[in-house]
């Protein structure tokens, strides 16, 4: 049973993420950053006042947003220096120690010679003790395991450092060409918490995919409430207590040189014909109290739509699976 993670909402400069769950290390680092704004514990359903209210506030933040991105920015790049110098030493330990193995392996044969001689039985024996007390085997075998796995560790700090680099850069007024490969690595992995209990997620990102100019951390908070929708729906058709038998896959494409195409595709629950056309209005959601708002496809379609003149649209089968297509013009052709 997984540990159920904080529901917290996350703010990237100056954008209101959809609450979400987070792993608890990234729960300490995005609270060391500022990023996390407040851990509202377990939400629950608001009236439409109250959610204009909060809208507004989060307008005022806006400006304090902005700075604490930069001083995530700025705490994520100093996390990578000790990181990289911690792994720097990790890897000469681990070299060593293949180095020290030949030489214990070469006095363990000479143990054994002298074991077999009059004169060397004495000193064979002490050896023999020496390397039971200091418990030599366990540690032969145990310290590459836990040096891999610290290394493991580490790698995994560097994962989280550049996703919050990656998204907590300073954003301007200013539509920018933006790699939106790297930013949906980076999405992913902050919502990973959200996801890799019900699902395993495939990335298949097109190499030559060219860069649309746009609001990059709008087009990530797109990709993350469309993730974590995929997500509640794999959840929803196969429950969470069985482990991940989910797929949820986001890929890239570029169907012409003037148009990126994002996809995110789950084999989850589908959407029923019956509410096609619902979906998209804000406030209607399908899931209890307290797991939806029914604000992130509405929030998303505004983004791609009305911010970037792309477009949003999704296939289903219900009971299957779904896939939401997100168009976003290379050339940026609105005024935002
Ligand atoms: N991938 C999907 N598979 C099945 N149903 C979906 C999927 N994505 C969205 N839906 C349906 O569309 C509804 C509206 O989605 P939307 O993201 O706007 O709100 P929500 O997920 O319910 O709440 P919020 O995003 O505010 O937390 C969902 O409640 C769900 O019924
Ligand atoms: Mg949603």
């Not at 214990?104 to 077999?116: C, G, I, K, T």
């Not at 087009?219 to 995929?230: F, T």
Request: negative net charge; charged residues 25%.
């Amino acid at each position: 049973m997984p540990i159920p993670a904080p529901i917290v909402t996350v703010a990237f400069a100056g954008a209101l993420l959809t609450p979400l769950a987070v792993d608890a290390d990234l729960l300490s680092l995005l609270a060391a950053t500022g990023l996390v704004l407040a851990v509202l514990g377990k939400h629950t359903a608001r009236t439409s006042q109250e959610i204009a209210d909060e809208d507004l506030a989060a307008s005022h933040q806006d400006e304090r947003l902005r700075t604490f991105g930069q001083l995530a920015a700025g705490i994520a790049h100093e996390i990578n220096t000790p990181a990289q110098f911690a792994g720097d030493n990790l890897r000469f330990l681990a070299d060593a120690f293949a180095d020290l193995q030949g030489f214990l392996d070469e006095a363990r044969a000479v143990q054994a010679e002298l074991e077999r001689s009059d004169a060397g039985h004495g000193p064979a024996e002490r050896l023999r003790r020496a390397a039971e007390a200091a418990d030599l085997d366990y540690l032969v075998e145990e310290i590459p395991r836990s040096i891999a796995q610290a290394r493991e560790g580490l790698e995994r700090i560097a994962r989280i450092v550049l996703a919050v680099k990656e998204l907590s850069h300073p954003t301007g007024r200013e539509k920018q060409p933006a790699d939106i490969n790297r930013l949906i690595e980076s999405t992913v992995t902050v919502c990973r918490n959200e996801w890799k209990y019900v699902a395993r997620l495939e990335l298949d990102l097109d190499p030559g995919l060219p860069q649309p100019s746009c609001h990059a951390e709008e087009i990530s908070q797109v990709v993350l409430n469309l993730v974590v929708n995929a997500a509640h729906a794999i959840e929803e058709r196969f429950g969470a207590e069985r482990g991940p038998q989910g797929l949820i896959r986001v890929s890239t494409s570029h169907p012409a040189q003037d148009v990126v195409e994002i996809r995110v595709a789950d084999n989850g629950c589908g959407i029923p014909d019956e509410i096609r056309d619902q979906i998209w209005e804000r406030f209607f959601t399908t899931k209890p109290k307290g797991r939806g708002t029914g604000q992130g496809l509405a929030i998303a379609r505004s983004i791609v739509v009305e911010r970037h003149g792309g477009e949003l649209t999704f296939d289903s089968r219900p009971g299957e699976g779904t896939e939401f297509i997100v168009r976003l013009p290379v050339k940026a052709d609105t005024q935002e």
